[in-house]
């Protein structure tokens, strides 16, 4: 489905992103995990068109999205949801999702859509008149992901889901993730917490200084030596 080819990234005249490839099968759950600065959400931006590289190639579904805007790579099924939530906090619930459709032209099945989003996150229907901006952090997460799932995504970048949020708001919200993944929403996510991100994806890869020093299965990458010691915690 998502092809990354040896793309490169810089800000200004710094390199941040060096080679970098990696793939995402349709229905896959892949992770990617390393190191703060490692160029994890540089990776989400290139992908998403908020930050075209410099060099290499990324397609998706078989059609070039290298140099495509954020708009037409939304349009295409991508979505992106950023580090820090990002919801617009001054306007309703409801309207912060319906920014989530802003592209579409299928009117007539942005309401189920939405009262789709309602069933599965019903704190966001209850609040559905309140701003943004007075929900509780777990609330606006569950916001920012209903947002993306507004666009009927064929694949949901998250960028660090479970980033400032209390401990049983983020077992929740990783809980939401892998049903959107299971009902055959495809998922890359970045995230800071490595152990959870590898028991919980097919496929992951590590990022180091903007390379990618390893790949695998979530389970194999677990008892990587490597990943136990610099990203787990483990003494080898």
Known sequence: MLEVDNIECRYGKVDVLRKVSLSVGK??????????????????????????????????????????????????????????????????????????????????????????????????????????????????????IGRALMSRPKLVLFDEPSLGLAPNNVQKTFEYIMEINRQGTTVLMVEQNAYAALEMCDRSYLLESGHVSLEGRGDDMIHNPHVQQAYLGMEV
Not at 69 to 96: D, K, W
Not at 117 to 122: A, E, L, Q, S
């Open 27 to 144: 229905g896959e759950f892949v992770a990617l995990i390393g190191a703060n600065g490692a160029g994890k959400s540089t990776t989400l931006k290139a992908i998403s068109g908020l930050l075209p590289p410099v060099g290499g190639r990324i397609t998706f579904e078989g059609e070039d999205i290298t140099r495509a805007s954020a708009r037409r790579i939304l349009e295409m099924g991508i979505a992106h949801c950023p580090e820090g939530r990002r919801v617009f906090p001054y306007m309703t619930v409801q309207e912060n999702l319906e920014m989530g459709c802003y592209r579409r032209r299928d009117w007539k099945h942005m309401s189920d859509d939405m009262d789709a989003v309602f069933d599965r996150f019903p704190v966001l229907g209850e609040r559905r008149a309140q701003a943004a901006g007075t929900l509780s952090g777990g609330e606006q997460q569950l916001l920012a």
